[in-house]
């Protein structure tokens, strides 16, 4: 949500507790709120692939 300056006022957070539900309803209308703050005319799902590497688990639990 960066862009030109406004007389932005700090409201609130979304917090894990919200999104974790999974709820449908209420995950579209926050990306609807929220897709009308930043200017975009639509919302686009993005696939994103990562390369990732598995790395050894290095801890000793005998300690």
Do not use: C
């Not at 030109?4 to 539900?21: N, Q, W």
């Amino acid at each position: 949500m960066i862009g030109l300056p406004t007389d932005f006022r700090h409201t609130g957070h979304i917090g894990a507790g919200e999104v974790a539900h999974n709820n449908a309803v209420t995950l579209n209308s926050m990306q609807n709120q929220m897709s009308s703050k930043g200017g975009y005319k639509h919302i686009s799902p993005v696939e994103v692939q990562l390369n990732v590497i598995d790395l050894p688990n290095n801890s000793h639990t005998d300690r």
